[in-house]
């Protein structure tokens, strides 16, 4: 069977930890046994960003071989290396273009800014809505640039932010 992965992006506290572990148990039921799930963090070294690029591209090369779901990924390197580390992310797309022949789905998770304040937790790069709203616009226009074949944008102000309808709606796109 041909590994399956999913990427799962989006801005902090939009639910894609939550997403994560729901689709592991599923992709566990399904049989799609995810040997890597990861939460790509920032790094804090002196090439950023040649290590971001190892992490992506490695992130990639998994998943020719591994069922693979990615707690973020790449487009967050598109937005969050210009606005906080001042380099461009573009490279992402790229790398991306080596594999748009795997069995890839891009998720991109959106939510308004004030539903995202409500669940600030202190850890989120920033909570400035303005701010907050330029990283969603980024991640539309990262998605719009990505060439990954099946991708979806999933709003979930519009499942009332119920975690298991969410999972319902994306489970009904993976299998």
């Known amino acids: 069977m041909k590994p399956k992965s999913v990427i799962i992006c989006g801005q902090d506290r939009c639910g894609k930890s939550t997403l994560q572990k729901n689709l592991f148990s599923e992709f566990m039921r399904q049989g799609h046994i995810p040997t890597f799930t990861l939460h790509t963090m920032n790094f804090k070294t002196d090439d950023i960003r040649g290590d971001s690029e190892k992490l992506y591209r490695g992130c990639f090369e998994l998943?020719?071989?591994?069922?693979?779901?990615?707690?973020?990924?790449?487009?967050?390197?598109?937005?969050?290396?210009?606005?906080?580390?001042?380099?461009?992310?573009?490279?992402?797309?790229?790398?991306?273009?080596?594999?748009?022949?795997?069995?890839?789905t891009l998720i991109l998770l959106v939510d308004t800014i004030e539903d995202l304040l409500k669940r600030d937790d202190g850890l989120s790069l920033s909570n400035d809505p303005l701010k907050m709203e330029q990283e969603k616009q980024m991640f539309l226009s990262a998605f719009e640039k990505s060439k990954i074949k099946k991708k979806f944008i999933v709003n979930i102000n519009e499942f009332d932010h119920d975690t298991k309808k969410v999972f319902d709606y994306v489970k009904g796109l993976l299998f």
Not at 64 to 72: A, G, H, L
Not at 73 to 91: A, I, K
């Open 63 to 104: 998943m020719k071989t591994q069922n693979c779901i990615f707690d973020r990924c790449h487009l967050g390197e598109t937005v969050y290396s210009p606005m906080y580390r001042g380099y461009s992310g573009d490279y992402v797309f790229d790398i991306e273009n080596d594999y748009l022949d795997e069995d890839i």
